[in-house]
């Protein structure tokens, strides 16, 4: 007889290896054929809604690290919560308007100038389209579950009806106006941009100081005088039209080589040191407020400069005399209107000077600032050239420097709801806290939302204008443009004339001849995805208002997050969101931005490709994606072991649950050994931890937690001690149907808690359990959290026993290396325990044999005389020696039964008769 061919071995037809990259595409091939997320719907159709709304990413490229990370953390809550008594669906969205198109197709030789507006919309479309859907299956590869086949698309007709709603909603409350201000605007563009839109880069620039000559000192000044600026753009200084003071500040006037300067009195040491005085003098000190009418001769041109006050002047830099050109900056323009100031912007839109700068006219304005320092050195008013690299506002999409400069805009008024938007901030749960603070700042600090563009690719500002030059936006032609649009699409805005827009029969005052004009600017594209609350969340039927989380990059704080809030707050009143979590970058294993010039980009696709999605997602899960996180090879290696661990769990546990009905075959608990019954309270506290930390989107815990049950608890503990009953005993046996019911109890558990972090490889173990009756593994739940009753005791009992085991392994391995024995199963252990392990031992049931994987276990009196020769611990020693007696061919075990059975001499009494029964 073949004795091997008794023992009841593992027996599964999962295999050992993934082979992902080729298993999971025919995995989503069967979940296309079942409709799985169609299902998973009308299997939760009764139950409570989770709404996750989708920020839409950009219909431009394939995707990279963030569009996997982003889309990952996002299938891990609805698939959570599809298993965990809600019904939560998932519309993928896309942004499909705005620049980056525009530039793909002037990239691709599309020659804008020898087509209409219209025509080029058109291409634009097409090319938006072709990327959707180039970027709907890289998504799907990801193994996301959602609606694709109804995704929401910004440029889609009922979706540009919605906006125009929203901004009509907004227009009626007054909270749209267009007004003279300036704004960000880049030359690269020729458009203006949002602070969205805005990225910081260091930049190299002029610094200079100049002197104001005082024309006019208004009797405080004697004469002779010269105010001190300091910038960093000398191209607005043709734009100045005044000094800036603080009323508050104390400024002395200071003789230098015969020359008298005015500087504030707090910077006068450090303006001396930049402009190399020596024997300065202070002749008189001024507070501001008594310089303030004093005129200045502007040091280019013949004109008047005038000195103002200002809060906004500080001394943390420059000379406390601010250079004002209120068409060229906030806080000029803002005290400029208070002082009636002209709005002067001698720079057109291509970042070029005007005729209004005379001198210049021509030149862009970065070129300008040499020639405009030589005219100031030229006039005598250049008092020191320096170049100094610094912070600067960049174009976020062309990396160009951008400018302040002032036009005539449209603007979401922030201001008028800026307190209901901070309370809306703070009625929402942050996931970092962080956020909270973050988004509350940047409401609290923000101007208002300028929403025009000078671009044709994108919704139009719905505005039309009566001959007199009067705007037009009443709830009548919004009402009717939102209709045109939802039936024909925004294109009809560049199809049509003004007049044909126009209700049929529209009159207005301001147009006696019943002409009119339309806006040509479109609308900033984060005002389009901005009314995606009401564009997506209020319009599907089975989607809701507010959403239950928005979770996007940190980058979409002063992004989506912001523009959503400021939409959703001016409709609604209220938040478009219950919860937002937030994440951050993906960068290199150095910690590098990734970039093409370094050559450090990874490719969601080269990973999956390598090593399939569920093992980048298994990264998604491990990392603390609440801030940066890295990505490398070395970094997936070891997630890939990880994953082959967990893999290997889920083989065991099918293996040897061949046979096994759960049914007629599983014990109750109290029907289990103490072993068994503490592994299933182990169980039971993965589980609690699990759901718990799904639902505050933990899922580094999430992955800590089972990773950690997969191979401490269950492969390095449990299954090891229980293979020499599951192997040994026959398929009766008590000790092994107690086993399998843990080992069940286990792998139902397990496989529902992993899918939304592995959905292919838990689909594909759930193929592989017997007993399944329903198509996926998503139309289960999750497991729920049993009542064992008091188990604290049990706890604290096999925990100590745990330390003891420690104890004992490490002992064999100092006699293994000692070559004292070979394998565990050639030993013979002798315990000297102290009291309180002594009284353990004696109160464990189980064979302290099969616990400890040796072949003979004594435990010595708490009295007996401790031999020099065993190992000592903290509460026993432990004497190890070669195991007496024979090893059986079956089991082996060393024990001196071997050869005791006549019929079956090579093995011990416990074969023979398990053989016999056979």
């Known amino acids: ?73 996002k299938d891990f809550i609805v698939r959570f919560y599809n298993m965990n008594g809600y019904r939560s669906p998932y519309v993928p969205g896309w942004d499909t308007h705005g620049l980056p198109i525009e530039q793909a197709l002037a990239n691709k030789k599309v020659n804008r100038k020898e087509m209409s507006v219209a025509e080029f919309r058109k291409l634009c479309e097409e090319y938006a389209y072709e990327q959707v859907d180039r970027q709907k299956e890289q998504f799907k590869r990801l193994g996301i579950l959602g609606d694709w086949d109804r995704p929401y698309i910004t440029l889609e007709k009922e979706y540009e009806a919605e906006q125009i709603k929203v901004f009509g909603k907004m227009a009626t409350k007054g909270l749209i106006y267009k007004g003279l201000k300036p704004v960000y605007w880049s030359p690269s563009s020729e458009s203006a941009l949002a602070e969205a839109e805005i990225e910081y880069q260091d930049k190299r620039s002029a610094s200079i100081y100049v002197a104001f000559a005082v024309e006019n000192g208004k009797n405080v000044l004697n004469g002779g005088e010269k105010f001190i600026i300091w910038t960093t753009t000398p191209w607005t200084i043709p734009a100045n039209l005044a000094v800036c003071l603080h009323p508050e500040l104390s ?26 005085w020596e024997d300065a003098v202070v002749e008189n000190t001024f507070n501001g407020s008594q310089l303030e009418g004093i005129v200045c001769k502007h040091p280019l041109y013949d004109r008047q400069s005038v000195v103002i006050l200002g809060d906004h002047v500080t ?64 006039k005598g008013a250049l008092l020191k050239l320096q170049f100094i690299t610094h912070s600067y506002p960049h174009d976020w999409r062309t990396k160009k420097p951008i400018i302040f400069r002032a036009t005539a805009q449209w603007f979401a008024s922030i201001e008028a709801i800026r307190d209901q938007l901070m309370q809306a901030v703070q009625d929402t749960n942050w996931f970092p806290a962080w956020g909270e603070t973050r988004l509350f700042n940047m409401v609290r600090d923000r101007g208002d939302w300028c929403i025009s563009r000078q671009r044709v690719w994108g919704v139009p500002i719905p505005v039309f204008y009566a001959e007199d030059g009067e705007a037009i936006i009443t709830e009548e032609t919004i009402e009717h443009v939102s209709n045109l649009f ?16 126009l209700p049929e029969g529209f009159t207005h005052p301001g147009s006696p001849n019943g002409k009119f004009t339309k806006e040509k600017d479109i609308m900033d594209v984060w005002f389009d995805s901005g009314s995606s609350h009401q564009a997506v969340l209020t319009t599907r039927e089975e989607l809701s208002f507010p959403a239950d989380v928005y979770l996007e990059g940190s980058d979409q704080y002063r992004g989506w997050f912001n523009s959503s809030l400021s939409t959703s707050v001016a409709v609604t009143g209220q938040a478009p969101y219950k919860s937002v979590v937030s994440h951050g970058f993906v960068l290199d294993g150095e910690g590098r931005k990734m970039s093409k010039s370094i050559g450090n980009i990874v490719l969601p696709s080269k990973i999956m490709n390598q090593y399939g999605s569920d093992i980048l997602r298994l990264w998604v899960a491990s990392v603390d994606y609440q801030s940066d996180v890295r990505i490398s090879d070395a970094l997936m290696k070891q997630v890939a072991e990880v994953y082959r661990k967990i893999r290997n769990t889920f083989r065991f546990l099918l293996g040897n649950l061949d046979g096994f009905n759960a049914e007629t075959d599983a014990l109750k608990f109290d029907e289990l050994r103490e072993l068994d019954q503490y592994m299933l309270v182990k169980l039971n506290e993965v589980v609690k931890t699990v759901r718990e930390s799904y639902e ?40 092994r149907l107690a086993i399998q019911t843990v080992l069940h109890e286990s792998l139902q558990a397990l496989t529902r808690l992993v899918a939304p ?37 049990l706890v604290a009992k096999w925990e100590k026993f745990m330390d003891l085991r420690d104890d004992v392994l490490k002992a064999l391995e100092v006699a293994r290396n000692e070559k004292v024995i070979g394998k565990s199963l050639t030993a013979s252990v002798k315990i000297y325990p102290n009291a309180e392990v002594s009284d353990l031992l004696q109160s464990i049931n189980e064979d302290l044999k099969q616990l400890l994987i040796v072949s003979q276990v004594e435990v010595a009196d708490r009295d007996t005389q401790v031999p020099q020769t065993a190992q000592k611990f903290e509460t026993l020693s432990i004497e190890v020696s070669p195991a007496t007696g024979e090893t059986c061919e079956r089991c082996w075990i060393v024990t001196e039964e071997v050869g005791k059975d006549e019929e079956h001499s090579t093995l011990c009494l416990r074969c023979a008769s398990v053989v016999k029964e056979m």
């Open 251 to 276: 400024y002395d006037v200071v003789a230098v080589n015969g020359d008298k300067f005015v500087v504030a009195s707090e910077l006068r040491e450090s303006v001396s040191n930049e402009l190399g």
């Open 315 to 378: 001394t943390d830099a420059g000379t406390g005399c601010v250079h004002t050109a209120p068409g060229h900056g906030e806080d000029d323009f803002r005290v400029g209107q208070q002082y009636g100031l002209d709005v002067l912007c001698p720079v057109d839109e291509k970042g070029v000077l005007t005729k209004e700068a005379p001198g210049f006219e021509g030149l862009f304005y970065d070129e300008a600032n040499k020639e405009i320092t030589k005219a100031l050195e030229e």
């Open 1 to 73: 007889m073949e004795y091997k061919d008794t023992l009841l071995m593992p027996k599964t037809d999962f295999p050992m290896r993934g082979n992902l990259p080729q298993r999971e595409p025919q995995i989503q091939e069967d979940w296309n054929e079942k409709d799985i997320y169609t299902k998973v719907m009308k299997h939760n159709a009764e139950k409570p809604s989770f709404i996750l709304h989708d920020g839409p990413p950009y219909a431009n490229g394939d995707l990279h690290m963030g569009h996997a990370l982003n889309k990952v953390l």
């Open 486 to 501: 939802k039936e024909n699409g925004s294109n009809i805005w560049f199809e049509k004339e003004a007049k044909e827009l």
């Open 757 to 793: 972090i592995l959905p292919h490889t838990a689909e594909e173990v759930w193929t592989h359990m017997a007993g399944t009756s329903v198509d996926s593994i998503f139309l289960t739940e999750m497991p729920e959290v049993n009542d064992f009753g008091n188990t604290t005791e």
């Open 696 to 735: 505050k989107y933990e899922f580094a815990t999430v992955y800590h937690t089972i990773q950690n049950f997969c191979t401490t608890d269950l492969s390095s503990f449990y299954f090891d001690l229980s293979k020499d009953v599951l192997y040994i005993e026959p398929k009766s046996n008590k000790d």
